[in-house]
């Protein structure tokens, strides 16, 4: 296990009813209130009703950036800054899933930056302050909720990258199982994928003996796999809904990664595919996870595969070392295919046409190589691709 600094400082507010608290959990770091969310599931499912009295009550000011979409594009961000400057906005308040998150963590940044939010996102300029936020977590998913940084998009020149900095964790995030109850089952499949892809990257490291962290993620990894399908057939299952959210957040907050050195590699090849074809990204992790596992798989990486089948799939350990590894990439393929996910890039719209090129972009963002688990080079990113087509 290396050594490392464990700091997690979102307060969660964990529970149905939790909401109650948002108007004091408020007033500890702001008085006007961004209120952002998304393409208004909020308003359908009464989150956004509830939330507006909640602050009406309190007697906190707020002004709302509505509309952010899926894949939060960096137009988005322009928009929340400009109403933050020009309200005298001082909290920011995120109510939705990953992408209402992310966009309001860019915003919290760009406040405090005069030139395009994009040079923080391309890291052409840094990060100095960040506006204080808190979530309202609807969408079991990201891990957004907890963790220190953002994914955002630029459709204009394809390109999808992630933005962090210690000061964009939440100071607080409302955790109620019952706000996810109206996700769809296609963004419930996406979000479990998603989740359990947070997961494997760290958890494919070549880092021993980080046992705990280890035990950890395979106990997350089965939670996943008991709730997922549980979720989508009872979308009002309580317990399937909470123990997918808390997994959510313990999946990306930090907790599996210490100790370990983990560089991300099927994440980076994902952003590719939503910054051209705006896919849903758990989406496209469950597409490409198995071709990576397969891709991967090899002497050196054998171990890790051997304990994944062994621990998370119960295989027999009678069977042969690669036996155990292969069937445990078929387990995993199998898990998304039965939470209906479509598992071909073709099934989602992505053909042949731009592979080269996404595969070239990824390749020249990570400077060379993707991951370290068995890092990835050019040829090994497009052939990733082109199985999964
Ligand atoms: O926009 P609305 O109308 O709210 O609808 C959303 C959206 O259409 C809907 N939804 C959310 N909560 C709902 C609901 N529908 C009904 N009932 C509810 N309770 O679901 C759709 C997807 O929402 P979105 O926020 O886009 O999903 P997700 O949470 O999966 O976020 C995806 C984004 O997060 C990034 C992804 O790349 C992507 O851009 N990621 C962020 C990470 C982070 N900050 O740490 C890490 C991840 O790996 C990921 O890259
Ligand atoms: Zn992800």
Request: glycine share 10%.
């Amino acid at each position: 296990m290396l050594n490392f600094n464990y700091s997690i400082p979102t307060r969660i507010l964990f529970g149905e009813g939790k909401i109650e608290l948002l108007g004091k959990e408020i007033k500890k770091y702001g008085s006007r209130v961004l209120l952002a969310y998304g393409g208004g599931s909020i308003k359908k499912n009464g989150i956004y009703q509830n939330v507006v009295k909640i602050l009406k009550e309190n007697d906190i000011p707020f002004f709302e950036l509505s509309g952010i979409e899926p894949n939060p594009r960096v137009e988005s961000v322009i928009e929340g800054v400009k109403i933050c400057r020009e309200n005298n906005i001082d909290f920011i308040l995120a109510v939705g899933g990953g992408s209402t998150i992310d966009c309001c963590k860019a915003v919290g940044a760009a406040y405090y930056y005069d030139g395009n939010p994009w040079d923080l996102v391309i890291g052409k300029a840094k990060i100095e302050k960040v506006l204080p936020i808190g979530c309202i977590l609807t969408l079991a998913a990201t891990g957004s909720e907890m963790d220190a940084g953002g994914v955002i998009t630029n459709m204009e020149t394809n390109q999808k990258y992630g933005v962090g900095h210690p000061d964009m964790s939440p100071k607080f995030s409302i955790l109620d199982p019952t706000y996810t109850y109206t996700v769809s089952p296609y963004q419930t499949a996406a979000g479990v994928a998603d989740i359990m892809s947070h997961i494997f990257e760290s958890y494919f490291s070549k880092v021993k003996g980080a046992y705990l962290q280890d035990r950890l993620a395979e106990g997350l990894l089965k939670t996943c796999i008991h709730y997922g399908r549980i979720a989508i057939d009872e979308p009002e299952n309580y317990e399937a809904r909470a123990n997918l959210m808390w997994a959510s957040s313990l999946a990306i907050n930090g907790l599996l990664a210490y100790g370990k050195d983990s560089i991300w590699s099927v994440h980076p090849l994902e952003h590719e595919l939503s910054a051209y074809y705006d896919i849903t990204h758990g989406v496209g992790l469950a597409i490409l996870t198995p071709h990576w596992m397969e891709h991967v798989l090899d002497e050196t990486t054998l171990y890790k595969f051997v304990e994944y089948g062994i621990n998370v799939w119960n295989i027999e350990r009678e069977k042969s070392d690669m036996e155990i590894a292969k069937e445990s990439i078929e387990k995993t393929r199998d898990f998304f295919i039965s939470l209906g996910i479509p598992m071909t890039l073709r099934e989602v719209g992505i053909g042949e046409e731009k592979i080269e090129t996404m595969a070239k972009a990824v390749i020249e963002y990570k400077g060379g190589k993707v991951g370290n688990f068995k890092p990835l080079d050019y040829e090994d990113v497009l052939d990733i691709y082109r199985k999964a087509l």
